[in-house]
């Protein structure tokens, strides 16, 4: 039987960090045997916000592809490919836009909020911007994805693509697969300075690309329970960030840690030197392939294009039923 | 030196009538000796407003095809494509979006005005709709047009144009083309009911197409000055509608039919049959070539073929442009 196919992937904007490793890494890791994983480096994507600074693109689609076989995907299972050189997104994207009304992307909850992110009033948002969603719907269905592993927050988007895929099929004829929201609960990982999230743009992160050095001098930057003076105050680890860390990381301590904090028993110092270990010892294998294939570039490049290939002939296969279904196969 | 190029063209949504002949045919083939002509059919802007009936979308773009050889157009001389088979074009406007400010759409007088023509409120206005200005931008930009012949009204369109070429060119490097509105007077036709424009859907044309005998019939339903009862009362040119269609299409005999027309010894319909027998004579040559494509249909679809393949292939030029200015030229 032929394997499920699914879509994920990430706008490469910066190097990868704990926050992604535990969102969806190390899921994509476990879900590439049982499944046919397409990895999309949505660079097209990226540019809804960085348009003016399209010269970093090619290192970030780098670096990204770089954490990806850092954290285990196997480019053997898995097509890594790049958004921007698969035309057929765009045209997918320009065909959807014609029967989805802007009303349905004026009030959608997510751009609304990450409008709101991004700084954008009603004023200043693009077109592009305004219309991401739709684009996401021609990310997933250009390779007639069956599923889209996300966390509950990104079901609305899932939900508006099955709705543009049934008014395709029902418009002119049932070509597109529609996919399924895979909701796994996606674990975030809070900043280091108990901000939400891990975001670049807070300086609140550990990367994966990080070496057991800097790793120790973040995590020796984190907050705690704040009201632990000395080393020896009773700690609470319900209010503390190295704990929640620890809880990610190191959960064979958790026990042990949680009773001597409570105790007194164990200073943040000697807590924190835990957690940089667990931490190193996660990344140690990472780093390990990380630096094979960097000192490597050029098979980081043919993985590139060989996963671009890849998803470039299902694209075509895609687009030739669109336009099959849509009658604009004029001289095929 | 090399010509200068034009960027023309219609969206393929039924037969041309006399309205597009004097509004635009016309000029483009005076045109196309002195520049190098592009002439679009825009069938998937045709779709922002058909998208539910893309089945007709085969036969209307063979027929406006048809209608352009008719009147002229030496497919010798101006390449005459299809938008749908450059994908190039869908590329473009998805990366302009990334730049184009909602607003600046929203409050477009002429989206507006068209949003009301199609009966669109703000509800019911879809993605593609409210972006068919920067899908216009890509079908300028693509072949890097020069000009762009257009009336009046249409000139906040190339200014948009002109704007998104201006930010590119700065954002990233200056390689599109800024190009210019070649204003012209376009003499807009009255419908034969006396409403403002030949419109399809009213059903007061004349089409490039119709039969010597359609166009009799068609003209003799034609109001006139209404306040003339009888074949001779005295008539008033200057209300009639048939008289816009005589000065159109009959100059010659104006000074005598006015003359008559006022005196009333010439009654509307031997002033009618004059007219007939001068939209005839326009139309016998237009009729005759039209005839000869029609009787050979393979030829008509090589020059679709060869014109969209040299649109294509100036698509691709532009496209390694606009990758490399954008520095998305990856692995080339």
């Known amino acids: 039987m032929q394997k499920k196919r699914i879509l994920t992937g990430d706008r ?4 990868l960090h ?46 990204v592809c770089l954490d990806y076989l850092g954290v285990g995907i196997d480019p053997n299972l898995a097509t890594i490919f790049i958004q921007s050189q698969v035309p057929e997104i765009a045209e997918l994207t320009i065909f959807y836009s014609m029967f989805v009304p802007v009303s349905i992307l004026r009030y959608n909850p997510t751009i609304k909020s990450e409008a709101k992110q991004y700084g954008y009033d009603a004023k ?68 280091l300075d108990g901000n939400a999230k891990m975001s670049k743009s807070l300086g609140n992160c550990i990367y994966l690309s990080d070496s057991p050095e800097v790793v120790a001098k973040r995590v020796n930057t984190a907050v705690t329970d704040p009201a632990r003076i000395h080393a020896n105050d009773p700690g609470h680890p319900e209010v503390c960030n190295v704990f929640t860390y620890q809880k990610a990381f190191n959960v064979k301590f958790i026990p042990e840690l949680e009773k001597n904090c409570r105790a007194g028993t164990i200073g943040c110092v000697p807590c924190k030197k835990t957690l940089v270990a667990a931490i190193n010892e996660l990344l ?29 002939e299902e694209a075509k296969k895609t687009m030739a039923l669109v336009r099959d279904a849509m009658k604009i196969n004029y001289y095929k």
């Open 124 to 191: 200043g948002m693009t077109y592009g911007f305004l219309g991401y969603p739709v684009s996401q719907a021609a990310d997933i269905t250009f390779c007639r994805a069956n599923l889209v592993p996300v966390g509950a927050d990104q079901v609305p988007h899932i939900e508006l693509t099955r709705k543009i895929v049934r008014r395709f099929n029902e418009l002119y004829a049932p070509v597109l697969v529609e996919p399924e929201a895979l909701v796994g609960s996606i674990p975030r990982l809070v900043g």
């Open 12 to 15: 490469p904007t910066g190097p």
């Open 284 to 312: 140690d294998p990472i780093r390990e392939r990380r630096k094979k294939y960097e000192t490597d570039p050029d098979s980081v490049t043919q993985i590139l294009l060989q996963g671009t290939k890849r998803a470039h």
């Open 18 to 63: 704990l926050g992604h490793y535990v969102g969806s890494l190390a899921n994509r890791v476990k879900l590439q045997t049982e499944y046919d994983e397409f990895i999309i480096i949505a660079d097209i994507q990226a540019l809804t916000t960085n348009f003016d600074h399209p010269e970093r693109l090619k290192e970030d689609v780098f670096n």
